[in-house]
């Protein structure tokens, strides 16, 4: 997978806001639900945001590997599938969370253990979107997302540089 051609760097405010604002459309929705099941570790930050705006109090994760470095996409790889309990329904009134679907194949995989679920993501992009029920914001596939738990403060290189800069 050749690095992304565009970089977009989120803030832990922005990142916040996206997540409220996902709440806020999930909460129009008239479903009252049972669980969310987070997709870790993405998913954890934006489920523990979601569950205080919508009051659910049963989290749940389900932690599948995919990205073994940032720049290549390895063999998917359950490492924790979800409980027996909130699969009994095939995952009715159940929130699945993750903050990013990006080619789809671990929304595919969560999905299919809980195809009756609803899928939430704070960004998708075009090859994972159609595996999505709800999201914030929609960036282009050559796109890389800087979650704010990746980075720290340093200069950022201005988009036009200047040469006699």
Avoid: N
Wanted: hydrophobic share 40%; glycine share 6%; aromatic share 10%.
């Amino acid at each position: 997978m050749p690095l992304p051609e565009k970089a977009f760097p989120v803030s832990w405010d922005q990142f916040h806001r996206d997540a409220r604002a996902l709440a806020w459309r999930l909460s129009g929705s008239g479903t009252t639900w049972e669980a969310i099941v987070c997709i870790t570790r993405g998913g954890l930050v934006p489920a523990a945001i979601i569950a205080r705006e919508l009051g659910v109090r049963l989290i749940e994760t389900v932690c599948v590997a995919s990205y073994h470095d940032y720049t290549t996409q390895g063999e998917m790889q359950v490492l924790k599938e979800v409980s027996a309990d909130l699969l009994e329904d095939e995952g009715e009134r159940v929130l699945i969370i993750d903050d990013l679907t990006d080619t789809g194949k671990t929304a595919a995989i969560v999905r299919a253990m809980m195809p009756k679920a609803h899928f939430a993501t704070v960004y998708a992009k075009p090859k994972g979107r159609p595996l999505v029920d709800t999201f914030v914001t929609e960036v282009s596939q050559d796109t890389w997302i800087y979650f704010p738990w990746d980075m720290g403060f340093s200069y950022q290189e201005p988009i036009a540089h200047d040469e006699k800069d």
